[in-house]
């Protein structure tokens, strides 16, 4: 069942009911102002740290769920409605939700009155508008009450929910005209407050919920919408919230829009106060202004919109697969973006206050955007390699505002350091740009201790050479990719977090997925090494390699898939020896990927198993058979119930790893096949079975073994993207960036047809072809570049030279 539909023309998802299985969210902003925004105009904002410096109010877990945004609420002769059905529910004549790129218009009718909301964060400015535009569409003069709603948070969204104590006295507001100020804290010479404005003078405003809502009330039936008119209460303490109230009328035919701003200031050192104490409101005057009049409102959305237009040309695909293009064009690079700005702090299912940004996890993302802001992914790897300690080690998260390591996680997952180098020659091999490995670095966030980036990626490959187990294979420390993978785990009592105890080295406990990752990366690092000219460097790096490679395929081969892992005990896990989890689908994926075993016809067996022993038709779950009972030795993963998370869901984020795998190997049916399988828009007419947004991908979906088989959870911020639009654009459809150009290797159903590519490459535009003539599913005979036949796969990229037309002739 469907409930809504792409228009791929406008890159809009439109979703035609609010009630959707789940809110369906999108996020507005593109530099430090972020909101989330459901189908129901719920969610929040925030200033770079949706923890420290929350601006608006949500309460996860909330019943009914997603209650608390940003609402209007119309009184009509005593018919209350929002235009986005929450918080009152009345039913709507009408309802659309057109989710954009970085914009959400909401659209709907009760008694011929239309409401339309278009929300946005402009590029430039530090705030989010909410423009509505109501029209009376019958055929008498209408006179109804119009209110707005946001509920602001007083700050730290952490201190909000649990220090009443203090919170309930310190609220403070200020009402000027028609901006309501949330002050709250500036008396201790903080250099920041919030504002909600309107264009257009109100009748009237609220500003303490308890007055807006009256006692015992919630905000599906405030008191001042029901007596149709507002209180001009000042808040002082308890909940400052900001509400506008008009009185408007429309004749027959007639439309009106106000502009809603909701901004963040922080003044600059010297124009903290205007005296001490008080507010400079000369910041947010020149902000509201630049939104005042529906003509700049409507520009700044036009210039968004180019933006993004802008930013998505840099990679499109035209093939006969309609799903694919929308994906490959619009949505998968959205939210690779988002996963830029989010890491895995804000969503509908990461509360903002927990996970900051993931050292493993932004590494990854990066692998998605690193083509759309060269720029940012440049600043944002420097700022992830300041939190590596000087012995390789990282810390596992870090704070976006402050962009220091979480110290209560502290380190010891022993992938982290690795992934360092994946994003480091992802982003060489798009830009061109070597100077950052000679760019200085802090070690733990500490000036005085810095060495090169080039330095940093020594230590990365140097921690996994120095950290390796009884059988070569690398420690896996407190986890690998695979977080709840507690191998070292043995002393959890209960309430004890499975993340926070065991020791982060050692005992013994081997990682076969790391080793895979140390081939493939340790590879990358050599290859670096190489074009630098450190050939004694890069010889070191191959010789590890090459151990690591014969350490797999001698202790790490279980004899139809590679082992998972060997335990504290030096007991192997993922092996047929288990009784349960006997397979695993992470060193398959990243084995082969990574090349192990492929000439001596291993790969090909090991994803032969995971077809037969983990397929299911909603994706390739994690592990076989599920963990029944809790295993002291294995940690957290055993502790989920069967067939979610890690215990046997299907864990979107490798499934693009095993349809890389399946194209090195050369299967271009069976690795579109997995790619189908997760992909949202493919899932778009099971959306009541998988239940989150079709435009986007989950982190997981419920394995076999569980209840609801085919239900996802933990959408958006998620490995997938990046895995995922690395699979579809380099492997599948084989446009590989690469030091000294693009390399061209498809790897496609053999039905697959002919298809166009275009790809910025460093300033340059490439228009590629591929004529699949004689229905392969790999290699390559031929490819022109601007009507000459070059020798291989690789375009060598010409300095200064802006277009290229490329046809490729598979076969
Ligand atoms: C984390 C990842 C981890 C994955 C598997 C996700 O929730 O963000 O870092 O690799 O779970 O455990």
């Known amino acids: 069942m469907k409930f809504g539909f792409f228009d791929d023309n406008e890159k809009e998802y439109v979703i035609t009911t609010p009630k959707t299985p789940l809110p369906w969210i999108n996020y507005l902003g593109s530099n430090d102002f972020f909101s989330l925004y459901s189908n129901t105009s719920g969610g929040y ?26 609402y209007f609420y119309i009184n009509e002769n005593g018919t209350i409605w929002n235009p986005g059905w929450q918080p009152v529910k009345a039913e709507l004549d009408s309802y659309e939700c057109r989710h954009g790129l970085g914009y959400s218009k909401i659209t709907s009718s009760k008694n011929q009155l239309e409401a339309s909301v278009t929300a946005f964060v402009p590029l430039n400015d530090n705030c989010e508008i909410n423009q509505l535009i109501l029209t009376n569409h019958s055929n008498e003069k209408k006179t109804f009450s119009l209110f707005s709603y946001i509920e602001f948070c007083l700050w730290n969204a952490v201190d909000d929910m649990t220090n009443f104590q ?58 001042v919408v029901e007596q149709n008119t507002s209180s001009n209460s000042i808040a002082s303490g308890w909940s400052p919230i900001a509400s506008h109230y008009f009185n408007l009328t429309l004749e027959p035919g007639e439309s009106k829009g106000i502009v809603f701003v909701l901004g963040y200031i922080e003044n600059k050192e010297e124009e903290k106060w205007e005296s001490p ?51 490959v064009n619009i949505w998968n690079q959205y939210q690779c973006m988002v996963t830029f700005n989010m890491s895995r702090s804000a969503s509908y299912f990461e509360s903002g206050t927990g996970r900051g940004m993931g050292f493993r996890d932004s590494c990854q993302d990066l692998l998605g955007f690193v083509h759309l802001i060269p720029d940012r992914a440049r600043e944002r790897i420097l700022d992830i390699a300041s939190t590596q300690f000087e012995d390789g080690s990282a810390y596992h998260q870090y704070q ?45 966030n500490d000036k005085t201790n810095s060495a090169t980036l080039f330095e940093h990626l020594k230590r990365s490959l140097n921690y996994t050479i120095t950290h390796l187990g009884p059988h070569k294979l690398p420690l896996i420390g407190r986890a690998d990719w695979n977080d709840c993978l507690n191998l070292n785990c043995f002393s959890k009592e209960p309430g004890e977090s499975f993340q926070t105890t065991g020791p982060s080295e050692g005992p013994i406990a081997e990682s076969v997925f790391i080793a895979g990752m140390f081939v493939k990366y340790g590879k990358e690092y050599a290859s670096i090494c190489h074009e630098l000219g450190d050939y004694d460097e890069e010889k070191r790096a191959l010789l590890a390699v090459d151990e690591m490679y014969d350490a797999v395929l001698q202790s790490g081969w279980d004899g139809d898939w590679f082992l998972r892992a060997y335990d504290a005990a030096s007991e192997k896990v993922g092996s ?16 082969v990927l990574a090349g192990i075993g492929v000439k001596e016809g291993l790969a090909q067996k090991a994803l032969d198993s995971v077809k037969e022993r983990l397929d299911t038709k909603y994706g390739i779950m994690l592990l076989q058979p599920a963990y029944t009972k ?28 095993v349809s890389i795998a399946e194209t090195v190997i050369g299967r271009g049916d069976r690795a579109f096949e997995i790619y189908k399988k997760t992909c949202p828009a493919y ?63 498809p790897c496609v159903p053999s039905n697959f047809g002919n298809y166009t590519v275009k790809r910025v490459f460093r300033d340059a535009e490439y228009f590629i072809t591929v004529k699949n003539l004689d229905s392969v599913q790999k290699g390559v005979k031929k490819i022109i570049v601007d009507g000459v036949e070059i020798e291989g796969n690789l375009i060598p990229f010409e300095e200064g030279k802006t277009t290229y037309q490329v046809t490729v002739f598979m076969g």
């Open 683 to 745: 899932l778009e007419d099971i959306s009541e079975i998988h239940r989150t947004e079709p435009y986007v991908y989950s982190q997981m979906i419920a394995g076999a073994d569980a209840a609801f088989h085919g239900e996802a959870k933990n959408s958006w911020l998620t490995g997938t993207a990046a895995w995922t639009f690395v699979n579809v654009s380099q492997f599948i459809l084989g446009i590989k960036p690469d030091y000294k150009g693009l390399i061209v290797d």
């Open 400 to 444: 976006p505002l402050t962009k220091k390591g979480n110290l209560d996680i502290g380190s010891g997952f022993n992938d982290d350091p690795l992934w360092l180098i994946a994003c480091v020659s992802a982003y060489i091999k798009e830009t061109g740009d070597f100077s950052i490995l000679a760019e200085l670095v802090p070690f733990d």
């Open 166 to 223: 203090r919170n309930l006295s310190i609220g403070e507001v200020e009402v000027e005209d028609s901006v309501i100020y949330h002050k709250t804290e500036y008396r201790e010479r903080r250099n920041h407050y919030a504002y909600f404005s309107a264009n257009e003078k109100p009748d009237g405003f609220d500003t303490s919920r308890d007055a807006f809502l009256g006692s015992y009330r919630g905000i599906d039936h405030p008191q």
């Open 277 to 327: 104490g008080i507010i400079n409101k000369a910041p947010a005057k020149t902000v509201i202004e630049r939104y005042f009049t529906d003509e700049k409102v409507t520009t700044a959305l036009h210039e968004l919109k180019e933006y993004w237009k802008h930013l998505l040309s840099n990679y499109s695909v035209e093939s006969k697969e309609p799903k694919l293009n929308r994906m």
């Open 576 to 591: 047929k020896e288990c009784s349960e989890g006997q397979i695993f689908i992470e060193p398959q994926g990243f084995c």
């Open 630 to 657: 809790y295993y002291l030795n294995l940690g957290e993963i055993s502790s989920y119930p069967p067939g979610y998370k890690e215990n046997a869901g299907i864990f979107c984020h490798n499934n693009p790893w």
């Open 45 to 70: 904002s925030f200033y770079k740290d949706a923890k420290l410096l929350r601006l608006t109010r949500y309460r996860y877990n909330n019943i009914p769920t997603d209650n608390g945004g940003k």
